[in-house]
């Protein structure tokens, strides 16, 4: 998307759902949801609309972990590491995703096709190790279902 | 028409009930999407209605659809009621999920809903407000405050904007009881709050929902749509988070509605004086305001009979991790710790013996089975070092190393802190460091070293700028892991960094042998 554009996408968004302070989440959510991750170039367009200093608005993108600030690969699989799926055996199921998936945990393959990144608790806690992967949840991964993904991320 | 009932929540999607569901539809049923009953091990369910009974199978793929259809299928439970993981229950809060549709108004409302706010809104707020504190409801989201006395205090507070906040920001491992009435019945919850905001004059509410929960966002958001009309003048919004575990923390959330980094407030001044927006707010769990609609319709003398102690009413317990018969068990409190874990849960899913369960999520303490006799209760859990925080039970077998469980309580709070306060933001990264070195010196078996003073080993403990000067050994970097642990915990501004210690101090007390030291001397079974 062309710098304007992104422009135009805050400009617009603000227009119809106000500008004041409490807005900047949602903003943010929308940009990322249309754009894929929130543009450092970005930021000076969010601030004026708002009335916020680029400082401010920095300090809220870096704050929340769902904010990224790159694109992410075509495929994105969020792996839970919490307690309960680390107590049906997740940390070695997270070792084996990474390496089928050819990314280490935290990182894009080189190619672009996926991402793979850590997440805290989806809340099914009683059927892990769990993962959400484009959005979709799975559950009781094992090998068997790592390859699945893996075929789908190949796809 | 043959009518099925499947799940639409989130674990049974994860298990595959969209496929199952699809399959019953072409095959000519009519489908309707429920929430989950609550028992994970017979996901995905389908209850097929035959002369006004509801006959359950489960688990079931799509291939089963003419067995389940002839009554044929293997997994045939009967009547899900009966089963003994619910026939024991006692669900207040928990009635109509996974029973009706859970958008469908129709259902909410032949299923008692609505008549707590009918009966609240027929009431003066400060009757409201007392009804509440007679249940005695406390706070479901882990402080286990009493609710009524946070709506008094905001019905006192002379203001012309005041807000209702549901912190659905569940995030804890363990939980997921939020989620599941969020997704199975949002009604009860929205009820709750319209009440909430009649008993003390609030005229619109947010419900912060953490974004890991998609199906959640979805389903509260359509059903505030639908139900606009039934609780006017009371409005409603959802607000999405952005995945910082710190935002559960009341504080923290309240900025992270305003637009801000989700840091944490010092208290006073309390939010339910200067709350959101610096208005008087009433912040609330979601189950602590999903109770409310129960207690308004049925009274709060119903509520208060159940319970133990202080601990008045129901508590929906979450069974999660390696557990048999995962799920919700509400049940008022007073039930045991062993009770939950191995007669409902029926022990591990490994088939192992249990080592380790932590109640209450990252923050809270891991119990040995040897003290599985504790009452589930606030006070009894406070007094055994511990906290229910927001009800999830975390089983673990024989296979856990605690030591690593104590090192992940340290990295979690080391990812999560917001930053604010010192004690949790370097304690936390300074407790990973040092839990590697216990579990580096735990596994290279040192030399046991020689008598010294306990001061002196805290001073070489602590040498950081000058590494072969550090005392690496076991005493001295348990020594300081305590001494580390004590400041976090009464040093941190909230519950991130003050309960951090929960966990390690727990592992390290109830499990020493995985820390390098000989283990307790075991009490004689019964």
Known sequence: ?155 | MTRVYISRDMASVALGADDVARAFEAAGCEVVRTGSRGLFSIEPLVEVENEGQRIGFGPVGPADVATVLDGSHKARLGNVADLPFFAGQQRFTFARCGIIDPLSLQDYAEHDGWRGLDAARAMPPQAVVDAVKASGLRGRGGAGFPTGVKWQTVLEAASDAKFIVCNADEGDSGTFADRMLMEGDPFCLIEGMAIAGHAVGAGHGYIYIRSEYPFAIAAMQEAIALSAARIAPFTLEVRVGAGAYVCGEETALLDSIEGKRGQVRAKPPLPALQGLFGQPTVINNVLSLAAVPFILAEGAEAYATIGFGRSRGTMPVQLAGNVKHGGLYEIGFGITLGELVNAIGGGTASGRPVRAVQVGGPLGAYFPPGMFDLPFDYEAFAQAGGLIGHAGITVFDDSVDMAHMARFAMEFCAVESCGKCTPCRIGSTRGVEVMDRIIAARDSAPAVPAERHWEGYLQKALHSRTPDRIDTGLEAQTTLLRDLCDTMKYGSLCALGGFTPYPVLSALDHFPEDFGAPAPIKEAAE
């Open chain 1, 1 to 155: 998307m062309q710098q304007e554009d992104t422009v135009r996408l805050i400009e617009d968004w603000t227009k119809t759902h106000g500008r004041t302070r409490d807005r900047l989440l949602p903003l943010l959510h929308m940009l990322q949801e249309e754009i894929g991750f929130i543009d450092d170039a970005a930021i000076p367009a969010i601030a004026k609309n708002l009335n916020l200093s680029r400082a401010d608005v920095h300090g809220v993108v870096t704050f929340y972990h769902d904010f990224r600030r790159a694109p992410a690969g075509r495929h994105v699989v969020k792996f839970c590491r919490a307690e309960s799926c680390q107590a049906r055996g997740a940390a070695a199921m997270e070792k084996a995703a990474a390496e089928r998936l050819g990314v280490p945990m935290g990182e894009t393959r080189p190619d672009g096709q996926v991402t793979l990144e850590p997440i805290y608790c989806l809340g099914l806690c009683a059927i892990g190790p769990n993962a959400l992967v484009d959005g979709r949840p799975v559950a009781r991964i094992d090998t068997a279902a790592l390859e699945r993904i893996a075929q789908e991320i190949a796809a």
